[in-house]
C-alpha cells in the first residue's frame, strides 16, 4: 500500500463525499459546456439563449454565488476533515497535493470573489444578468464567436475542476470511495 493509500483510505465517509463533490462540479462543468456549445456552434443569442441546460431556472446571479460558496467552503472542508495541512500529504503525493491546494484555496478562492462582486452588481443593476464581475468588464458582449463572459466563466470553472481532478486522482481517492463496506450477500 502506498502512502497516499494509507492517508486515504481511513476516511471512509470523507472519501464519499469528495466523489460527490467532484461529481457535482462535472455536473456544473456540463452547464458551462452546454453554454459554450450554444454560443459558439448553435449561434444563439447570448445572454438570453446561452444558459446551458437548467439555466432558465438556475441562471441567475444569487444562484452562481451561493454555488460557488458552497463548493468553496465544502473544498476547504474536505481539506481540513482530510488534515492535508499535514506534511504526510505533500510527502505521499507533492504534485497531487500542490495543484489541488492552488485550485482549491486561490482560484476557487478567486472565484468566490468574482461572484461576490457580480452578486453585488447583480443587486446595483435592479437584477438584471449577466453582470461582469472584475475580469469580465473589459470583454465584450457575447456576439458571434468572440472571447466574452461565457468563456470566461467556463475557463475558470475549467480550471478550478481541473486541479480539483488532479489531487482527487493523484493521491488516488477514486480507488477509496466504497471500501470497508460489508458485503451482502450469501
Not at 478562492?109 to 438584471?128: I, M, P, S
Request: net charge positive; hydrophobic share 50%.
Amino acid at each position: 500500500m502506498s502512502a497516499a493509500d494509507a492517508l486515504v483510505r481511513r476516511h471512509r465517509l470523507l472519501n464519499v463525499a469528495f466523489f460527490l463533490v467532484v461529481a457535482i462540479m462535472i455536473f456544473h462543468q456540463s452547464e458551462h459546456a452546454a453554454q459554450i456549445v450554444q454560443k459558439d456552434i448553435r449561434g444563439d443569442a447570448c445572454p438570453n439563449d446561452c444558459r446551458g441546460l437548467l439555466g432558465f431556472a438556475f441562471d441567475v446571479e444569487w444562484v452562481h454565488a451561493v454555488y460557488n460558496h458552497s463548493i468553496l467552503v465544502l473544498l476547504v472542508g474536505l481539506f481540513l476533515g482530510y488534515r492535508m495541512w499535514r506534511p504526510a500529504w505533500r510527502r505521499a503525493r507533492p504534485w497531487a497535493w500542490g495543484v489541488l491546494a492552488f485550485g482549491v484555496f486561490v482560484l476557487q478562492g478567486y472565484h468566490v470573489v468574482e461572484h461576490t462582486v457580480k452578486l453585488d452588481q447583480w443587486f446595483a443593476n435592479g437584477h438584471r444578468s449577466p453582470t461582469p464581475g472584475l475580469l469580465g468588464q473589459p470583454l465584450p458582449m457575447a456576439e458571434g464567436v468572440n472571447f466574452s463572459l461565457i468563456e470566461l466563466h467556463f475557463v475558470i470553472n475549467t480550471l478550478v475542476l481541473l486541479c480539483v481532478l488532479v489531487g482527487y486522482l493523484g493521491f488516488g481517492f477514486h480507488r477509496h470511495i466504497w471500501t470497508g463496506r460489508p458485503r451482502l450477500g450469501l
